[in-house]
């Protein structure tokens, strides 16, 4: 459900107003909230045809549309239940709601994000993609100052994020030989180390221990406007701003964040809480119907996928 104060209960209730088919879906939330928020906003629900685990945190006297720290506290229960469940086996995917990394943070719980928690949770080392349509691209770094940026990129770091998003790209996507690029740092690429020497001493060696198959590191201007074309089918990217300008750019509304290297799918939207919105009815919920049937579709495929496919 995410941030009870936010938007994503109102999402959350858009995309289910028509039950996807063949699978089972459960809900982890305030369900005294979500009952009251539908009343609220005239929004008919088939409630029946949904599995609710109720965790009524949410106290009285809550207010939509502000950085609270019970909602960061109630935000953070619901991820910690979906965690608990999957551990033990009764879930395939997980799509989470917006929360607000103030609201928790005030709430005195150390945090960076959801995917740094799963991260943490499944002791596994994840890696950020968002998804628009048929573009793609994966993340080095995530949540991470520019300051510290060129001392964080490393030769491993960078090869372990290919190599995840490659194994990606074969198992839930179903891209047997996937074209996958490399994005520079520097402008340009860094013209031969005029602008800065992280494409020699780093990205070319990185791409070389792919032998070929990886292309890079190439100019990000250029690069991105070739993968919306279809030239690849996934770029690694080393920042966030890198990655999410093309893809808001390309299509935020129908854009999915995608987090590899779980033991399970995860989805979210790629927006935040956005408190301006919260309780209006005007809050846009494709992206988080789009990261439902995302969810839906590749935990299918993952089950379908021999896994000698990936170890190629």
């Known amino acids: 459900m995410g941030d009870p104060a936010g938007i994503g209960p109102e999402i959350l209730l858009a995309s289910l107003k028509r039950p996807p088919s063949s699978v089972s879906v459960s809900i982890i939330g305030d369900l005294a909230w979500l009952k009251s928020l539908s009343r609220r906003l005239r929004v008919s629900l088939p409630w029946a ?31 910690r239940e979906a965690v608990r469940r999957i551990k033990l086996g009764e879930a395939d995917a997980l799509v989470t709601a917006p929360v607000s990394k103030e609201a928790i943070v005030r709430a005195g719980i ?30 080095v770094t995530t949540h991470l100052s520019l300051r510290r940026l060129p001392n964080t990129i490393t030769v491993d770091r960078v090869k372990r994020v290919i190599k995840t998003t490659r194994e990606a790209m074969i198992r839930d996507f179903g891209i047997r030989r996937p074209r996958i690029a490399l994005a520079a740092l520097n402008p340009h690429g860094g013209e031969n180390g005029l602008f800065g020497q992280e494409e020699k001493r780093i990205l070319l060696p990185a791409v070389r221990a792919f032998k070929g198959t990886i292309a890079g590191p190439l100019p990000v201007d250029s690069l991105m406007e070739q993968a919306h074309r279809g030239f690849y089918d996934a770029v690694v990217a080393l920042y966030h701003d890198q990655a999410l300008i093309p893809v808001k750019l390309i299509g935020w509304a129908d854009a999915v964040n995608v987090t590899l290297g779980l033991p399970f799918v995860r989805t979210s939207p790629v927006h935040g809480t956005a408190f301006d919105l919260a309780g209006t009815g005007r809050a846009d919920p494709h992206s988080m119907r789009a990261a439902i049937e995302l969810a839906i579709r590749l935990s299918r495929r993952r089950k379908a996928v021999h896994p000698e496919l990936v170890e190629e």
């Open 49 to 79: 045809a949904y599995r609710w685990i109720d965790l009524p945190n949410v106290p009285a006297g809550l207010a939509r549309g502000k950085v609270q720290a019970a909602a960061g506290r109630a935000a953070r229960d619901y991820l």
């Open 110 to 139: 150390p945090w960076i994000g959801h995917t740094e928690f799963l991260a943490e949770s499944f002791r596994c080392r994840t890696v950020m993609m968002f998804i628009t349509n048929r573009f793609r691209v994966s993340l």
